[in-house]
T-cell receptor, first 113, second 113 residues
Framework: KAGVTQTPRYLIKTRGQQVTLSCSPISGHRSVSWYQQTPGQGLQFLFEYFSETQRNKGNFPGRFSGRQFSNSRSEMNVSTLELGDSALYLC????????????FGQGTRLTVV | DQQVKQNSPSLSVQEGRISILNCDYTNSMFDYFLWYKKYPAEGPTFLISISSIKDKNEDGRFTVFLNKSAKHLSLHIVPSQPGDSAVYFCAARRTGTASKLTFGTGTRLQVTL
């Protein structure tokens, strides 16, 4: 059973640009969540998509957005990049039920210069 | 407001001994708890979880204990192995927020020979 796949693994962008990250969940999983990991803030929840609908949202500015497709694949977009957006962005896949575990991809390391 | 806290940033344990990692939470609405292990530049790997209706869950060398009255959980690793050296994150989930995890800041475990 294939795991969670995130692309690309590494990305360098310039301030002011926008970026799109992709996540393919485990087959059969309908929930995809996104997290940002930085040294200062740890792992912080961005948002969750379930059956193409945003179900939960963290405390991030509107520059951070996402979507989910009918095959459960998800994309995350960050517009007008800032230096502080440099982080490891992690995607988690789960069944989306009340209990059950979330499985993470290897992440996309975004560096904003 | 840090709702999930791991007060020990690091822990060093000899190979073969028990490792005990601690986690405290403040939100009484959390009803499902998970432990993840993370290597640098990789996504977290799920280890073990526990529902709030239980006080203990075991899986091989890993045991998680939950003390709801104290809002405290701990992860025991017995016996500790050098390959267990990593950062361990405690995470919690609230009823009705299916896949939204709130993470602690992590504890770096070093298992020495």
């Amino acid at each position: 059973k294939a795991g969670v796949t995130q692309t690309p693994r590494y990305l360098i962008k310039t301030r002011g640009q926008q970026v799109t990250l992709s996540c393919s969940p485990i087959s059969g999983h309908r929930s995809v969540s996104w997290y940002q990991q930085t040294p200062g803030q740890g792992l912080q929840f961005l948002f969750e998509y379930f059956s193409e609908t945003q179900r939960n949202k963290g405390n991030f500015p509107g520059r951070f957005s996402g979507r989910q497709f009918s095959n459960s694949r998800s994309e995350m977009n960050v517009s007008t990049l800032e230096l502080g957006d440099s982080a490891l962005y992690l995607c988690a896949s789960s069944l989306g039920t009340t209990n059950g575990e979330a499985f993470f991809g290897q992440g996309t390391r975004l560096t904003v210069v | 407001d840090q709702q999930v806290k791991q007060n020990s940033p690091s822990l060093s344990v000899q190979e073969g001994r028990i490792s005990i990692l601690n986690c405290d939470y403040t939100n009484s609405m959390f009803d499902y708890f998970l432990w993840y292990k993370k290597y640098p530049a990789e996504g977290p790997t799920f280890l073990i979880s526990i529902s709030s209706i239980k006080d203990k869950n075991e899986d091989g060398r890993f045991t998680v204990f939950l003390n709801k009255s104290a809002k405290h959980l701990s992860l025991h690793i017995v016996p500790s192995q050098p390959g267990d050296s990593a950062v361990y994150f405690c995470a919690a989930r609230r009823t009705g927020t299916a896949s939204k995890l709130t993470f602690g800041t992590g504890t770096r475990l070093q298992v020495t020979l």
